[in-house]
């Protein structure tokens, strides 16, 4: 408790009277402070040029992860990272330093990625975040590339004998704040005419555990992360996922925009993998293929070429991913498809050759 | 000798230089605080530019896009704009603050002169309360409210039906909504002429004891003007107000006043923590007043009650209202902890939704901070005047 009003006190230290000499005192003692305040207004301005330069003196990369998104970014109990936007993280880290544990997590709501991000506390947000248009332009942000073709879904209790998201109408969806979801869940109920209350929380876990407990008739995410989240609950098999998928939501890792050398870094880092998935480079088979006759091939591990410099790494930048985390499939099978307990399928996310979307530009 | 009493009386100072450093001093500090204000606000500027991040207050009036669960003015997520979403929140913050000053008030005048109470049980239930509730972290408080509480309401297919057609379940308290006709103003008219009525007659009672030193008891008359005459209206009119019950659709209740849950677990943590300290706060200035001084109203002849209300109150609320205003600052601010349970104040709505959509934390901050310290500032400034009006003036 505090004692007495406080603007008292303020009014008195104010109205304090100084012998003169005592105030040429603390105009001395204040000049410095003055100067070194000046300095920190005036002086050092943001540049976020050297952002290869500053992980290499650092010694790790610092990657902006979901901390609670299991398949995608979530601490197991011994605390190490997993999940498919870790890895990525991990390859980043594996192509600069050849040690894919060079990486410090740290661990973004959706709410708070971004401003991480723009301040420069992390190097990369690598946590299934969308690519919009107003993200890539006005928050200072760039999209390197989708490496996940995803799009948002509806969950539901089984008992609601639900079969569509065009039944809900008049129904309460706990939704995550600061999301796309958020956005999206309006206009597609204003676009079917449908009444919707909508009760909106920080973080994705304070969401799933209020409708879970019966806030809320459904709960609304990308549909990667309602498979995800689906496995925390008490019963999952008694929640359904909805077939309709209401939105396009590309996820994408992103980079602070005007340093180009280090988002294309992170760009190729993503296109290195799909190549290495369709030329058929694998954990297990890359010491092999090194030795290829595949022009192709050899290009992208840096047996030919001078590729790795070009981006300011080494020439076996690609090998050093490969080998310590493997190709797009093997991660994406072994994090989130039929590898993991989420079992998403490949879809959108398969390679162009089979009919997906994924698709790596050459390197030559 | 003369000189030597002048050497010992207190001496003028030398006045005008003195206070011409003064001003000089002062005006320098205000253009070197300016100056550096200008500065740090330019140097943002610059450098949010350089970074390609969007700034000024241009996205105000954007379409905001996203639905807020409890609006008490008028709000669409399609036509409304980033600025409307910010009153929303705002009035949510300021609804949830005044209903929680008002109940956090009365139970802690409550339980603090329980506290004073001679019955044993009484006063250690009170004591009980206060070092449990101040000792336990707000938003553990808040949390458990929310998830303990309110979340273990039956769900809506098991929703308990109230007298009257109140509907409560774990997704709010339903209450049949009030309709009125166009005769219902006269009902409202007979209130205030009540009163109204009732003013009249303490005053003329009050000027009569003071001429004749005789009380008469008014009770029974005020309340008759106050309760008896609008009901009196309101059967005259025949009965001009009906009720429209919420009804229970396939997923919710529609219709009728809604109380969300969240809301509900705001003010109840917020009421139940504050009034722990204000309770000690009334403690402190009721001990405050000196036996003396009800001894005296007794012997003057005063009954306990009158003694209390005339004598012992007066002197105490000197006591008490400084610490109570920062009571009160504290539930303005702690109200903000909305944001742990998805309660739609202008924290959650505006430095949320609003700041991660437009993405302009500076500005959107700026307005945050600026608009909690001008409802921190006028809530002091009227308790500061109220303050004033009911000092005690020395004789």
Known sequence: MRPAGDSQVCQNSLALTRPPILKGLIMKRLAPAIALATVAVFGPQATWAQTLGSIKDRGELICGANGTLAGFGLPDPQGNWTGFDVDFCRAIAAAIFNDPTKVKFVPLTSKDRFTALQSGEVDVLSRNTSWTLSRDTSLGLDFTAVNYYDGQGFMVHKSLKVSSALELNDAAVCVQQGTTSELNLTDYFRTNHMGLKTVTFVTADEALKAYESGRCDSYTTDSSGLYGERLQLAEPSQHIVLPEIISKEPLSPAVRHGDNQWSDIVRWTHFAMIDAEELGVTRANVDEKVKSNDPETRRLLGSEGQFGEALGLTNDWAYRIIKHIGNYGESFERNVGQGSPLKIVRGLNALWTKGGLQYGPPIR | ?395
């Open chain 2, 1 to 395: 000798m003369v000189e030597k009493i002048q050497s010992l009386l207190p001496q003028e100072p030398p006045r005008r230089p003195r206070r011409i450093g003064g001003i000089v001093l002062q005006i320098a500090l205000i253009v070197v605080i300016t100056g550096l204000a200008y500065g740090a606000i330019l140097n943002v500027a610059q450098n949010l530019a350089r970074a390609h991040i969007a700034s000024g207050f241009g996205f105000w009036s954007n379409t905001a896009g996203f639905d807020i669960s409890q609006t008490l003015i008028s709000y669409s997520a399609s036509t409304s704009s980033f600025g409307r979403a910010f009153w929303v929140g705002l009035l949510n913050t300021l609804v949830v603050a005044a209903i929680g000053i008002v109940l956090a008030t009365v139970l802690g005048f409550i339980i603090g002169i329980a506290r004073l109470s001679r019955n044993w049980l009484v006063a250690r239930l009170a004591g009980g309360y206060v070092e449990l509730i101040r000792n336990v972290p707000l938003l553990l408080q808040l949390l458990f409210w929310y998830n303990a509480v309110l979340k273990a309401l039956p769900e809506l297919r098991g929703s308990v039906g109230l007298p009257g057609g109140g509907i409560l379940n774990n997704r709010g308290l339903f209450l049949p909504r009030p309709e009125s006709s166009p005769h219902f103003s006269a009902v409202l008219i007979a209130l205030f002429a009540g009163i109204a009525a009732a003013l009249v007659l303490r005053d003329w009672s009050r000027r009569r004891r003071e001429r004749t030193g005789t009380q008469i008891r008014i009770l029974w008359p005020v309340l008759g003007l106050v309760c008896g005459l609008p009901l009196a209206a309101f059967a005259l009119a025949g009965f001009p107000l009906s009720f429209s019950a919420p009804q229970m659709g396939r997923f919710n209740v529609s219709g009728g006043i809604e109380i969300l849950p969240e809301f509900a677990a705001l003010v109840l943590a917020l009421t139940i923590y504050t009034a722990a300290f204000i309770a000690e706060v009334v403690r402190a200035g009721v001990l405050s007043v000196h036996a003396g001084q009800t001894e005296a109203a007794q012997a003057l002849g005063l009954r306990f009650a009158a003694a209390l209300h005339l004598v012992v109150v007066p002197q105490a609320m000197r006591v008490i209202i400084p610490p109570l205003t920062s009571q009160y600052l504290n539930l303005i601010k702690n109200s903000s902890l909305a944001v742990a349970i998805g309660y739609p104040d202008l924290v959650q709505v505006f430095a949320g939704s609003v700041l991660n959509i437009t993405g302009q934390a500076v500005e959107v901050i700026a307005i945050t901070m600026t608009v909690y310290l001008t409802i921190s500032l006028f809530t002091s400034l009227l308790i500061n005047l109220y303050a004033r009006a009911t000092a005690i003036v020395e004789r």
